[in-house]
């Protein structure tokens, strides 16, 4: 399924990938754990089958043999069975395959459509405005229906007769031969990643239970604000704030900006409560608990002196530390998806499953780009215009500095009334789609084409895109629409989720494979959904944004680039740590971090703020629960700007963005130099950057 808010996707049938170089050997040999007897099988097989299809034949039945060989255990079936299956399941002529492939691709289309549909009914009451939820009501949106699927096509076999017949592949070799791949091909090896690997039952749940034990930690992990007091037991913050670290509180320090009189003390007190968290020297009884009285200068606990809670002041208070339990949290998540390891040959290693097959974007090559953005020049330039905004030096905070604002000719409500008027039912959206797609460059008939694949259903939240994923379905779009009509906040999304879903049709309807379907990965569908939300003042009939705006956006987007992508090395880095020490305790690890944090830090943050051994870029909560996800934000940024930017040199944004949204599930770089002739990279943004630097400095 793909739904999809803003940088949020969830994808329930995993279309899995692979990596690093292939240990099947092409000689017949069986991989180590394969069944005894598969050796004097597999002699046999070759010899019996190659006489009968021909010596052109022994390539393909070579590597086919292998790759089951991975995969095949001695509860499948002894060599009996084995033979019989390979007899049977290798097409050994042209014609064969083909029918084979035609029929994998129409079926594997269905299940995922249907299964996809399922889910979606299920979700109904969860996801849209249709009235109060009931309990069972969330189960039936819990339920995966697919969550057995690749078990059950090992167990029957078919799982087997894809990978004896179509290639597994690695991402070195998708980097290197992919280009001269064809469609087809292409499509193939899409075919044989679903099935390239078996991770059982219990090693997935163990990783689901260290995902879920680590997510209720971060999500209980609050501080009570008006329990921050300083020497003189003076309090900053306001009765009842309580803040999520590390969202809100890094969101409480962008707020202080605002805060001419106490801002710049508030935000040196949350940097100082984030170290703590990341040294894990925080006071365990502080955590989430309006019952104490903090410093965290000095680290001082006592029972509080005022109260904003029904929860009494605390007694027997002392400041023993937090026990490293954010760090047991990360090991649990380590040690869970290690297990998956030996049952993932092509990408043997976490680390290897997120970058060789989520991003499909070699983890040097991350490394490289995210350097080139924390090494440009531009750094010290955007931070010496920040240092004027301030009129004072920077402070290692300063890396959430949020003063970089477009400026509106409009005011909120005048906006809200515009599109209330335009728009006050979901019905009214759904039937001006067709108008807004012209708006945006496509002919009447695309625009036609696209909008009859588009559902408008009223969310429960803030909105969200659902494509389908069988082409005899819709996609849908969910916004909100209150009592007086739409608001201008629910159309700025709306446009977002509608770019979802217009890329979502034409990669699933106008692509040539369906087993093709999609985009590489999420920062591309975010970046097209991001493409539509720049132009939504354009579609409600408003002059568009002008340079010095667009220029003020885009120092906004590179100075988070610069921030993210400084945690996304921190995050990379802890998790090879991990790998490099199995059994660390949760001690060592926080160790690890700390002096990881510190480290990228000296190299790339010190020399634009002169102050040694800041540990903030430990603090984001997804490096505990989000199993090295972090990376993604920063890729995204990069993709974002090289899409813009070809859209801007193209001028007509709907024939450019059908282009490139046809293009498919290919890798990456592929996708990105079919749209913009260049591979992923940071100098579209660079680029950008530079120029809003000259504009706003006018
Ligand atoms: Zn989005």
Redesign the pocket.
């Known amino acids: 399924m793909r739904w999809?808010?803003?940088?949020?996707?969830i994808v329930i049938i995993s279309i899995s990938s692979t990596a690093q170089e292939n240990s099947l050997s092409n000689k017949g040999e069986p991989p180590v754990g394969a069944p005894q007897w598969m050796k004097s099988s597999n002699t046999r097989l070759e010899t019996e089958l190659i006489a009968e299809y021909g010596e052109v034949q022994r390539m393909r039945l070579q590597r086919g043999l292998a790759q089951v060989g991975q995969f095949w255990r001695d509860d499948d079936g002894d060599a009996s069975t084995y033979e019989d299956f390979v007899r049977t399941s290798f097409a050994g002529d042209q014609a064969t395959l083909d029918s084979m492939f035609t029929r994998y691709e129409q079926l594997l289309e269905q299940l995922d459509g249907h299964m996809h549909e399922i889910n979606r009914e299920f979700r109904q009451q969860m996801d849209l405005d249709l009235g109060p939820a009931l309990p069972f009501d969330e189960a039936f949106g819990g339920y995966d229906p697919s969550a057995h699927v690749i078990d059950d096509f090992f167990k029957n076999k078919l799982a087997f007769t894809a990978v004896l017949n179509f290639p597994l592949t690695t991402l070195d070799q998708r980097l290197k031969e992919g280009p001269n791949w064809t469609r087809r091909q292409w499509a193939e090896v899409r075919l044989a990643q679903r099935f390239d690997k078996r991770v059982p039952a219990d090693v997935n749940l163990g990783i689901a239970q260290a995902e879920a034990a680590a997510g209720q930690y971060v999500a209980e992990y609050n501080i009570w604000m008006y329990h921050l007091v300083d020497e003189k037991g003076q309090r900053l913050f306001p009765a009842k704030m309580r803040l999520l670290s590390h969202w809100n509180l890094r969101d409480e320090i962008k707020a202080d900006y605002a805060d001419k009189d106490n801002g710049l003390a508030k935000q040196r007190t949350i940097r100082q409560v984030m170290e703590r968290i990341v040294t894990q020297t925080i006071p365990q009884i502080a955590v989430n608990n309006p019952a104490v009285d903090w410093n965290p200068f000095t680290n001082q606990v006592k029972p509080a002196a005022a109260s904003d809670s029904d929860t009494p002041p605390a007694r027997n208070v002392t400041n023993t530390a937090e026990p490293n339990t954010r760090y047991a949290m990360f090991l649990k998540t380590f040690q869970a998806s290690k297990r998956a390891d030996p049952y993932s040959p092509m990408a043997p290693t976490h680390i290897a499953r997120r970058f060789d097959e989520d991003r499909e974007i070699p983890e040097a090559r991350v490394k490289q780009m995210l350097e080139q953005v924390l090494t440009s020049p531009l750094v010290g330039q955007t931070a010496k215009l920040i240092e004027s905004r301030l009129g004072r030096p920077l402070e290692p905070f300063d890396i959430w500095y949020n003063g970089f604002r477009p400026g509106s000719k409009y005011s909120e409500a005048e906006l809200d009334q515009m599109v209330a008027k335009k728009y006050p039912t979901p019905e009214a959206y759904q039937k001006d789609i067709p108008n807004l797609l012209m708006k945006m460059g496509f002919s009447p008939d695309r625009a036609q084409h696209v909008a009859s694949n588009i559902v408008v259903d009223p969310a429960r939240g803030s909105g969200?895109?659902m494509g389908a994923e069988m082409r005899a379905e819709k996609a849908h779009l969910r916004t909100r629409v209150e009592k007086t009509g739409m608001n201008y906040k629910g159309f700025n999304i709306a446009v977002?989720?509608m770019?979802?879903n217009v890329e979502q049709t034409f990669s699933l309807n106008d692509v040539d494979h369906t087993l093709l379907k999609g985009v590489p990965n999420t920062a591309f569908?975010?970046a097209l959904?991001?493409v539509f939300q720049g132009h939504d003042l354009e579609l409600l009939g408003l002059p568009a944004p002008d340079e010095k705006s667009l220029a003020e956006k885009t120092l906004s987007d590179f100075w988070a680039t610069f921030e993210i992508a400084g945690v996304a090395l921190v995050d990379t880095a802890a998790w090879h740590w991990a790998y490099d020490h199995p059994n660390a305790t949760p001690a060592e690890m926080r160790d690890a971090v700390v002096h990881i944090s510190k480290d990228v830090w000296n190299r790339y943050y010190a020399p634009v703020f002169h102050k040694q051994d800041v540990v903030l870029l430990g603090v984001y909560s997804h490096m505990i629960d989000s199993f090295l996800y972090l990376p993604d934000y920063p890729i995204g940024h990069l993709i974002a700007f090289q899409i813009e930017e070809q859209m801007k040199k193209a001028g007509n944004i709907g024939p450019e963005f059908e282009r490139m949204a046809k293009m498919g599930q290919v890798t990456p770089d592929l996708w990105m130099i079919h749209a913009t002739g260049r591979p992923v990279g940071p100098e579209a943004l660079l680029e950008a950057t530079d120029i809003a630097l000259k504009q706003v400095r006018q």
Do not use: P, R
């Open positions: 999809i808010c803003v940088f949020f996707s969200h895109a977002h989720e770019g979802h569908t975010e959904a991001f």
